[in-house]
C-alpha cells in the first residue's frame, strides 16, 4: 500500500520534471515570437537577404509533403516568419522610426515602388493596362486558368465561371504555388508544373500575394516575378492576367501591422508593373468592392478580407468585362 | 491577457507563482490581490480607468457590508439596496444602456417618425464586469442574510472578488465557497502539480479543439449563410456546439487548475452538458456556477416552485430572461432565454419525467435542440438569424444565393477529425482516464503532448483569432 502511493507520487514528479524541461525549452522561442509581435511592421523595412527568402520556401516544402491536420497547422504558418525575422530588424531601425511613421511612409502610392529585380517588360506602367478592355461571352473562360489563393477559391466555389479551370487553395503564396498539389476539377490531382504541362491554356489569371505579405517584400516581388516567368515559357501563347490583391476592409487594415491596404497596395503596384500591355496585363478588381476609403466595402464581407459568396458572381461579371482586347 | 496565451503562461504565471510561494502565507492574499490587479490592468490598457471602477465597487460594497454589522434589519435593507443598486448600475450603464436606449428610440420612432432618437453611449464593456459583479452582490446578499460576518479585512475580500483566476470568465464563485481557504490555505506542492496538470487539460481543450473547430463557423460566415447548402449548415452548427463547449469548459478548467495551484478549491462549472437528456438537465450540467446564482438568488427569493405552477412558471420565466440578458444586450439573447423558458417548462410539467425513462429519446431531442439554441444565441443580427435558420430548415422562406454544390463534403473533409475528437470529448471517458491516470506514465505523455502541442499551436498564431484563417 504504501509502497503503491510513494510510486504514484514518483510519477508526479517525473511529469513535474518533464514539465519544467519542457517549459524552459520552449522559453526561448516565446522569448523571441513576442519580441518578434512588437517589432512586426519593420520586416518591410528589412534588407533583402538570401536567408529571409528561403524560410518560406522552406516551411512551403514541408506543407506539400503532409495532409491532415499537420498541413494545417504548417499551413496556417504564413505568418512565422515575421516573428523570426522581426528582432534583427528592430534593431537595424536604429533611427528609431515608430510603427506610425513607418506607416505613414507607405501610404503615399509614389514612395511605394521599389523596382523590383525582375527584369520588366517594354512600356511597362500601371495604366497601360486599364487601356482597351473589352466584354466578352462564357466561352473565353473555356481555356482560362485561375491560379491564386483563397479569393480564387471563393471564385471557383461561388463564382459562375463553369469552364474555367481553377489551381487554387486557401493560402497558396508565391512560395509554395510551385510545389503545392492541387485537386483540379476535370483533371485530377497535379502540381502546377503537371498542369500546365498537360494542358494548353489561352489566359492565365494570377491573384497571389496577400499570404506573403509577412515576408520580405523585395523578395516576394522577386518570387512573383520568376512565377509570371515561368508561367510565360509554359503557356507561350497565353495571355496573362496579373490580377490585384483584394483590399481588406477598413476596420482590419487600420488594425493589421501586416494584412493591410498600404501593404497591398505597395505590392499591387509593384507587380502591376510586370504588365506590358501587350500579353500580360495587369486588372484590380477592387474597382468593383472599394468604398471611399480605398479598403474593401464592409457590406460586402463579413470577415474582413472576403467577400461573401453570393458577390463572387459580381465579380465574374466584372471580369467578363475585363478581357483583353 | 487570457490564460491560453504565451504571455500568460510563460511570463505572468511564472513571474506570480514565484512571488506566491517565496511570500509567507499571512500575505499572500496581498499578493494575489495585487497580482490581480496587474493582470487586470494588462488586459485593459485602453481603459485604465476600469481597474479604479473594479476597486471602487470592492471598497463600496466591503463598506457597506461592514456597515451592516448589528444594525437593525430594517437598516441592513436599506444598506443592501444601495449596494446592489450601485452594483447593478454600473453593469447597466455599460452593458445594458444602449440595448435600452435603442428600445426606448424603437418606441420614439414608431410614435413620432420625425424625431432622431437618443444617441447610443458607445461604451466598452470592461472586462469581467458580469462576472464580478454577480460575484459582488452574492457577498453582500449573503451578509445580510447572515451567512457570514461582513468581511473585516479589505485585502481578503479584494482578493476574492479580484482573483484573476475567475476574474474575466468565472467560475462564479461565492465567498461563502472559499472564506475557509481566504483565512488559511496551505498548499502542498502534490496541489501545485495537479493543478498544473488541470490547467493544461483545459488549455488543450481550448487551444486544440476549441480555437481550431472555430474554424468552420468562421467558414460560414464568410461565405455568407446565404450561400451556405442545408448539410453545410448543419455541420457548421455542430461545430460551434463543439467550439462554445470546449471554449467556456477549457477556460474553466483552467481557472480550476489555477486556483488549485493557489491552495483553493473552486466548484466545477460543467458537468458533461451534452450528454443530458433534458434541457433541465442541460442546465443543471452547463455552467453550473451561472445557474446556482439564479437559482440562489433569483429563483428562490420570488419562490421557486413552492407557490403553484402558475408561480413557478413566472418564476422560471423571470430567471430566463435574465439568464439572457446576461449573456449579452441584444434582442437574441431575450429570445434565446425565452426559447429554454419554454422548453423548460414544458419539461416541468411532465415532458422531462418521460423523456429521463427514455434516454435514446432524451438524446436525439437534446442533439437537436442544443445547437438550435446556440444558433440563437451566436447570430445577434435577426435577419441573419432568420435566413440561417431557412437553411438549416429549407422549407422556410429565405434568400439562396449561389450556393457550392461540394460544401459539405468539402468541410467535413478538413474537420471530421476534428469533430470526431469533440465528440469524444464530450463523453466522461477521457475525464475519468484522465482523473485515474493523470500520474501515469502515460498520462504524462499525454500532457506534455497537450502542453506542446498548445504552446505550438500558441506560437505559430501567437493566439491570434486568425491563426486559421489564411487568405
Excluded at chain 2, 157 to 178: E, F, H, K, W
Excluded at chain 2, 209 to 234: C, M
Excluded at chain 2, 249 to 266: D, H, N, V
Aim: aromatic content about 16%; glycine content about 8%; proline content about 4%.
Amino acid at each position: 500500500m504504501n509502497n503503491r502511493r510513494r510510486k504514484r507520487k514518483n510519477r508526479q514528479w517525473l511529469f513535474a520534471l518533464l514539465f519544467a524541461v519542457s517549459f524552459f525549452a520552449a522559453m526561448p522561442f516565446v522569448v523571441r515570437a513576442l519580441g518578434g509581435q512588437e517589432g512586426a511592421p519593420a520586416v518591410e523595412a528589412a534588407p533583402p537577404s538570401d536567408t529571409q527568402a528561403e524560410s518560406p520556401a522552406d516551411s512551403a516544402h514541408v506543407e506539400s509533403g503532409d495532409d491532415g491536420s499537420a498541413s494545417q497547422i504548417a499551413d496556417s504558418s504564413d505568418t512565422p516568419g515575421v516573428p523570426e525575422e522581426a528582432p534583427e530588424n528592430a534593431s537595424d531601425d536604429a533611427g528609431g522610426i515608430s510603427d506610425n511613421d513607418m506607416q505613414d511612409q507607405d501610404i503615399p502610392a509614389d514612395s511605394a515602388p521599389e523596382q523590383p529585380s525582375y527584369p520588366q517588360g517594354p512600356g511597362s506602367s500601371g495604366n497601360a493596362a486599364s487601356d482597351g478592355f473589352t466584354t466578352v461571352e462564357d466561352s473565353y473562360f473555356d481555356d482560362a486558368l485561375f491560379i491564386g489563393d483563397s479569393r480564387t477559391v471563393g471564385l471557383s466555389e461561388y463564382g459562375d465561371l463553369q469552364n474555367a479551370d481553377f489551381f487554387a487553395t486557401t493560402g497558396m503564396s508565391v512560395y509554395n504555388v510551385l510545389t503545392e498539389t492541387v485537386s483540379v476539377p476535370s483533371v485530377g490531382k497535379v502540381t502546377l508544373d503537371e498542369l500546365l504541362g498537360g494542358m494548353t491554356y489561352g489566359k492565365v489569371y494570377f491573384m497571389l500575394g496577400i499570404n506573403e505579405l509577412g515576408y520580405d517584400f523585395n523578395s516576394t516581388v522577386e518570387k512573383y516575378g520568376q512565377v509570371v516567368d515561368y508561367i510565360r515559357e509554359k503557356q507561350p501563347d497565353a495571355i496573362i492576367y496579373i490580377e490585384a490583391n483584394l483590399h481588406v476592409t477598413k476596420s482590419r487594415s487600420d488594425s493589421d501591422k501586416i494584412f493591410n491596404n498600404s501593404n497591398i497596395d505597395r505590392f499591387n503596384s509593384a507587380i502591376s508593373s510586370l504588365a506590358n500591355g501587350q500579353d500580360i496585363f495587369y486588372i484590380d478588381v477592387n474597382e468593383l468592392f472599394d468604398d471611399e476609403s480605398g479598403s474593401l466595402d464592409e457590406a460586402y464581407t463579413s470577415d474582413n478580407a472576403h467577400v461573401l459568396g453570393k458577390y463572387y458572381a459580381t465579380w465574374c461579371q466584372w471580369l467578363r468585362e475585363k478581357a483583353a482586347a | 491577457m487570457v490564460f491560453s496565451s504565451l504571455e500568460f503562461i510563460f511570463f505572468f504565471l511564472p513571474a506570480f507563482l514565484l512571488i506566491y510561494f517565496i511570500t509567507p502565507w499571512r500575505l499572500r492574499n496581498f499578493v494575489l490581490f495585487i497580482g490581480s490587479m496587474v493582470f487586470y490592468s494588462l488586459g485593459t490598457l485602453d481603459q485604465p480607468e476600469y481597474i479604479l471602477l473594479l476597486l471602487l465597487s470592492i471598497t463600496v460594497n466591503y463598506s457597506l457590508a461592514r456597515a451592516m454589522d448589528g444594525r437593525r434589519r430594517g437598516f441592513r435593507k436599506f444598506l443592501l439596496t444601495i449596494g446592489l443598486i450601485y452594483d447593478f448600475g454600473w453593469l447597466f450603464l455599460f452593458k445594458y444602456a444602449d440595448f435600452f436606449l435603442s428600445g426606448v428610440n424603437a418606441v420614439v420612432q414608431a410614435a413620432a417618425p420625425e424625431s432622431s432618437g437618443i444617441q447610443p453611449l458607445g461604451l466598452t464593456l470592461p472586462i469581467g464586469i458580469s462576472f464580478y459583479t454577480f460575484q459582488i452582490a452574492s457577498y453582500l446578499i449573503d451578509v445580510y442574510r447572515g451567512k457570514f460576518p461582513a468581511e473585516r479585512n479589505f485585502i481578503d475580500l479584494g482578493a476574492y472578488i479580484s482573483m484573476y483566476p475567475q476574474l474575466i470568465a468565472g467560475p462564479i464563485v461565492t465567498y461563502g465557497q472559499v472564506l475557509d481557504k481566504m483565512k488559511k490555505r496551505t498548499v502542498s506542492s502534490r496541489a501545485v502539480v495537479s493543478g498544473l496538470q488541470v490547467f493544461i487539460f483545459g488549455l488543450g481543450l481550448k487551444v486544440l479543439l476549441a480555437n481550431r473547430v472555430a474554424g468552420l463557423w468562421t467558414a460560414l460566415s464568410t461565405i455568407g449563410y446565404e450561400s451556405v447548402s442545408t448539410p453545410l449548415a448543419w455541420l457548421g452548427l455542430l461545430g460551434f456546439t463543439f467550439q462554445i463547449y470546449f471554449d467556456f469548459f477549457g477556460y474553466s478548467l483552467m481557472a480550476i487548475g489555477l486556483g488549485r495551484m493557489l491552495g483553493f478549491q473552486f466548484p466545477m462549472n460543467f458537468r458533461h452538458p451534452y450528454l443530458s437528456l433534458s434541457m433541465t438537465e442541460f442546465w443543471r450540467r452547463w455552467h453550473i456556477t451561472l445557474g446556482a446564482w439564479f437559482r440562489e438568488y433569483v429563483y428562490i427569493p420570488l419562490g421557486g416552485s413552492r407557490r403553484g405552477t402558475g408561480r413557478t412558471i413566472f418564476n422560471l420565466l423571470m430567471v430566463w430572461l435574465l439568464t439572457g440578458l446576461w449573456h449579452g444586450a441584444h434582442l437574441n439573447f431575450l429570445i434565446w432565454g425565452l426559447i429554454i423558458f419554454v422548453f423548460i417548462a414544458i419539461e416541468k410539467l411532465g415532458l422531462k419525467s418521460s423523456l429521463d425513462r427514455r434516454p435514446a429519446l432524451g438524446h436525439i431531442y437534446m442533439i437537436f435542440l442544443i445547437p438550435i439554441t446556440w444558433a440563437v444565441f451566436q447570430i445577434t443580427d435577426l435577419s441573419q438569424l432568420g435566413l440561417f435558420f431557412s437553411r438549416l430548415f429549407p422549407f422556410l422562406p429565405g434568400e439562396t444565393a449561389a450556393v457550392f454544390a461540394g460544401d459539405f463534403s468539402k468541410y467535413l473533409s478538413e474537420y471530421w477529425y476534428l469533430l470526431l475528437a469533440c465528440l469524444l470529448f464530450c463523453t466522461r471517458l477521457p475525464y475519468r482516464l484522465f482523473s485515474k491516470g493523470h500520474d501515469s506514465i502515460l498520462g504524462t505523455i499525454f500532457l506534455l503532448a497537450v502542453f506542446w502541442g498548445s504552446v505550438y499551436c500558441m506560437y505559430k498564431g501567437l493566439n491570434d483569432p486568425f491563426l486559421y484563417f489564411r487568405f
